[in-house]
């Protein structure tokens, strides 16, 4: 039985899965004083503090302010109400406590429309026991499994508003100056501990135990470990019809399904289909019919190294769900999700990187082998043949460009409106993560060859990472022929990007365009550090750029373009912000030529940054402004803790003892 808040809008709530499409949930609803009132996606903007959240489901906390509005302008502060709950073997107690007036409510209901069903049975109808007196519920699984769910004195049965009529609730009802308290124990596979009697020293134990047992690091801030750990493990997600637990983007990234008459349900596209049979999603949180689950590109890979820092297992199916997005073409897309996704298009190929550095920390051979074959389909998607040329080759043939696949995208009548009058060009600036950096407004879009008409440093040196890293997973597996084929392809990309794209001049790699070099630069400009492909000599050309103070080095860093960049003060999205995944990658490209001292400037400078936004506002945000520091973008962003986890690794000691 798979057990935790693992649907997207489920913040205030619990899954219990105990198979593919089998389960049953419960959620929690309040209802205040003047008749407001909260479910569901509410939450999202209620929550005040993303607490302990342990990898085993032995205690998970999360808190929520009572008087935030569900919109954009909320600023929840307050613990007003506060959700607990731990697993011990086939049963789960569950605690939430109320600081504020008026009627909690706990609600039975099945996720994702799946078959089981509460029922009420009353409180001496459930099995020896459960005790508590204060009324009960028996679930019934698809699958023949029965759960039974005792709960506290003082609930009483009521209606659910807005029911399904498949729901069933248990509501409190709290005076003002009042603390109120509802506390369920549910059980299944026949065991007999459904106690309610001890069910909150239970709770209160594994809280305890959680903190004594918690990853921690001597030397290190007390809420760094925490800020990764904990964050990540509240964003895990379960695939419903697979079973196998992910990490989104965030959980309000869950794109809503596809028109009815598009697809049958879970029938993928190939990623070779005509335009009327590709997939499509539109974005608009909260959809109003929302998708199963949405599987972003590399978000999923950083999400992985992060999983890592407390799960193994979870690390490893994070990014084997990231590989299993692939369509039959090699292609990873920008995004999928079980019934939409972007055949189109990928994103930047960092998945061989993240396996490898996953392999260092929990050797899993199998796991190794299972990503590495959809990576190394992955790897020669890039630069497989389409009419004559390889796919996403640039101006200079051994280089690559962004682009989109126009033939692959959907259909006029299926295309989301935020797509809407879209053409290739926008299409490729999303594949490359940095949706509308100002260095694409440089390059024209070729319809004929569906790219964007320039070699990007950034994709070349995403690719010469992934060839130096694939090739090392394959020697590592023992299929050598692949890896000499695979280093011969590193050595000739690193020899063509030093030929072409280096200037001696702006002592950086720079993107080719038509017209010659580009004279506009990003953070993206100093990726080739990372995959190894500058001397020593043109590295240091390089950091002298990086420590410009009227560039790029600063209190806050590293912003996506220079600070001297006439878009700089836009501070929109890859305009000027502070974004944790480039961040992250420079970051290792400045540990790997050993310009230590910069690499813990910006190591710190970013966890300091992040710890402060999140200390204030409770939040864990998308992208930083860097004149402020203060977090912009989503509220809760799986990838942010990379400002947390490149601090955590300059603490050498601590590291590899940091995973358990």
């Keep these: 039985m798979l057990v935790g808040a693992l649907e997207a809008n489920r913040w205030a709530g619990l899954v219990f899965a105990a198979g593919p499409d089998d389960g049953i949930g419960v959620r929690l609803a309040f209802t205040d004083p003047e008749g407001r009132r909260r479910d569901r996606d509410d939450w999202y903007w209620m929550v005040s503090r993303v607490g302990p959240h342990a990898p085993d489901g032995s205690y998970a906390r999360v808190e929520f302010d009572l008087d935030a509005e569900p919109s954009p302008s909320s600023a929840p502060s307050a613990g007003t109400l506060v959700l607990e709950w731990s697993r011990r073997g086939d049963a789960v107690a569950l605690r939430a406590t109320v600081k504020a007036p008026g009627r909690l409510e706990v609600i039975g209901d099945a996720p994702w429309g799946w078959e089981g069903r509460w029922v009420e049975v009353g409180g001496g109808d459930v099995g020896a026991g459960t005790g508590g007196g204060g009324g009960a519920w028996r679930g019934s ?229 299972t990503a590495y074959r959809g990576l190394l389909d992955w790897c020669d998607w890039w630069v497989a043949d389409k009419g004559g040329r390889p796919r996403r080759e640039g101006l200079t043939p051994g280089l690559l460009a962004w682009g989109s696949d126009t033939d692959l995208v959907p259909a006029p009548d ?79 990309l690193v020899t063509t990007m030093n030929r072409v794209l280096w200037s001696e001049r702006a002592g950086l790699y720079l993107d080719e365009l038509p017209s010659g070099r580009s004279t506009r630069v990003a953070a993206s400009n100093f990726l080739p550090l990372i995959a190894g492909v500058p001397s020593p000599r043109r590295a240091r050309r390089m950091i002298d750029t990086l420590r410009d103070p009227a560039r790029f080095r600063g209190d806050h860093m590293l912003p996506t373009i220079p600070r001297d960049d006439p878009a700089f003060a836009d501070q929109q999205y890859w305009r000027g912000s502070i974004w944790p995944p480039m961040n992250y990658l420079v970051l290792q490209g400045l540990r790997r030529y050993g310009f230590d001292d910069l690499a813990g400037d910006l190591a710190w400078k970013g966890a300091h940054m992040f710890l402060a936004d999140r200390r204030r506002t409770g939040m864990c945000r998308e992208n930083f402004d860097a004149q402020t520091g203060e977090g912009c973008g989503q ?9 947390a986890l490149g601090a955590l690794e300059e603490l050498a000691e601590g590291t590899s003892g940091m995973a358990g």
């Excluded at 019919?289 to 190294?305: E, M, Q, S, Y």
């Excluded at 509220?635 to 400002?643: E, G, K, V």
């Design 414 to 492: 299926r295309v989301p409106p935020w797509e809407h009058g879209v053409g290739g060009h926008q299409r490729a600036a999303w594949e490359s993560g940095q949706d509308d950096l100002p260095l694409w407004e440089e390059a024209e879009w070729d319809p004929d060859r569906q790219i964007l008409a320039m070699s990007a440093v950034d994709l070349c040196s995403y690719r010469a990472l992934d060839l130096e890293c694939l090739s090392r997973i394959a020697r590592i597996l023992g299929d050598d022929a692949t890896a000499r084929r695979l280093e011969r392809a590193y050595r000739r």
């Design 141 to 369: 699984l698809k699958g023949g499994v029965e759960i039974t769910a005792a709960f506290s004195r003082g609930t009483e049965s009521c209606p659910v508003a807005r029911s399904s009529g498949s729901e069933v609730a248990r509501c409190l009802d709290v005076e003002k100056g009042v603390e109120g308290r509802v506390v369920m124990v549910a059980a299944w596979g026949g065991v007999g501990t459904a106690r309610l009697d001890g069910a909150e020293r239970w709770i209160d134990e594994a809280r305890a135990e959680w903190r004594r047992r918690r990853p921690s690091v001597a030397g290190a801030p007390s809420d760094l470990v925490e800020s990764i750990t904990d964050n990540l493990m509240w964003m895990v997600l379960l695939q419903p019809e697979t079973g196998r637990l992910y990490t989104p983007a965030g959980r309000r990234w869950i794109f809503p399904k596809p028109p009815a008459h598009s697809r049958p349900a879970d029938t993928p596209g190939d990623g070779t289909a005509s335009a009327a049979d590709a997939d499509a999603a539109t974005p608009s949180p909260p959809p109003p019919n929302p998708d199963d689950w949405t599987i972003f590109g590399w978000d999923t890979f950083f999400n992985a190294l992060l999983l890592a820092t407390v799960s193994g297992d979870l690390a490893w199916s994070t990014l084997l769900a990231g590989i299993e997005s692939q369509y039959p073409n090699g292609n990873v897309p920008n995004w999928r999700s079980r019934h939409g996704g972007t055949p189109d298009r990928s994103q930047p190929p960092i998945g061989s990187f993240g396996a490898l550095t996953l392999h260092r920390l929990h050797r899993d051979p199998t796991a190794l082998a």
């Design 635 to 643: 509220r809760f962003q799986s990838w942010a803790p990379l400002f």
